[in-house]
């Protein structure tokens, strides 16, 4: 199997100025799945777990396919606490939802994309 790397670029640096995206109402996400949303051009996964919503980048790079909004959520024990992840629903690996780090190999990850709640909509945040 061919893996392809991380972005050698976060899509948002801490302190970088973001412009804010309305992707959806929240009630359009069902709770514990995913929608996905073109933000500044980039296919965006949005979910809504736990009662938070987050968003990584749509692109499994494992196979390249654009197919993370259809991923199984769930979570995981890191230590003594439970963590957020994503599985791809092609090969089933999964990302901490918070980090977008690979959880079957440290060398990949997802982007992150800054995510709130407004008034009930979804808002996505990107690089200007």
Known sequence: ???????????????????????????????GTGVCALVGGRQVAVFSVAGEVFALGNRDPFTGANVMS??????????????????????????????????????????VYAARLEGGDVWIGSPD
């Open 70 to 111: 259809r991923g199984l959520t769930g979570s995981y024990l890191r230590g003594d606490t439970q963590e957020l992840k994503v599985a791809s629903p092609l090969l089933k690996n999964a990302f901490d939802l918070r980090t977008g780090r690979s959880l079957d190999d440290p060398a990949l990850g997802l982007p």
């Open 1 to 31: 199997m061919t893996t392809l790397p991380i972005p050698t670029t976060a899509p948002v640096a801490p302190g970088q100025p973001l412009t804010w995206t309305r992707v959806c109402a929240l009630s359009d996400i069902l709770p």
